[in-house]
């Protein structure tokens, strides 16, 4: 089903402040540079309403022209086209048709034929119980519908773009060592296998580049107005609450002790976990 409210075009509504737009209008104007045929982004969308096939192929088209869309409707298609195409990134529904978890199965078809593909999930399945099921797949990020706008889904579409043409480039780089069991492992370019106490941490992009932040800079207080510079859409102090939270909760469920994210009154947040000996807590 097409979304309707917050996803509907901007229209030039709601247009965000100058120093923010041409932010974005730099960000865009470097992810618009000409490509050649060898080295081409080439997308699939797998979803199953035409509609919404078309929105979401048309705001991939306007983020960065010269990308390549492949749009399927069913899983058989998708399976095949998968089978036969590399795509640099796979947007896909959960439910397809009568299918209700068809994007499962073919996630896993990802995981055995193309590892490593980046996959973006687009579906109306609740987020607070899906997004869990999905990284734990292996799934890169997961957008609910009716939940997000064009530009929520641009960023997040380009920050997994960037993160893997990063990773690319230094596939041949010696790997880091391993930190000990209590360490928080981050990886700087994937984003999407935090690791505590030897399991890993499930979040979405957002609250992992907060998580990274915040790490970056134990001990030390990180500030709402410092945050914001992270977070890509919804840049309030609610907003940024409930990413912590949403880290908290993500470090609870591998160990429910966790309180290395402290809450420091009008001011921001500040990692405790782990500080060295040479940053006391104060």
Known sequence: MLWRGGCAHNNGQNAPGAEETLTRLQIRALDNLPMTPSTQTHIAVIEDDPPTSD?????????????????????????????????????????????????????NTINKQRPGTPVLVVSAMPASIYRSIMKALDAWDYLQKTTFDENEFVETLLDILRVTKSAEKSKEAAPASAPTADELSLDPLWQRTPMWR??????????????????????????????????????NRDNVRKHVSTIREAFREVDPAFEGVENVPMRGFRWVAQLPASKPVR
């Open 198 to 235: 030897g399991q890993r941490i499930n979040l979405p992009l957002t609250a992992q580049r907060i998580l990274a932040t915040l790490y970056q800079r134990s001990g030390q207080v990180v500030s709402y107005d410092e945050l914001f510079e992270v977070v890509k859409s919804g840049r």
């Open 55 to 107: 929105q979401l192929a048309g705001w991939i088209r306007a983020a960065r022209p010269g990308i390549r869309v492949d749009q399927w409707y069913n899983r058989d298609d998708a399976e095949a086209a998968l089978a036969r195409e590399h795509y640099d990134m796979v947007v896909l529904d959960i439910e397809l048709g009568r299918e209700r978890h068809a994007g499962v199965a073919i996630i």
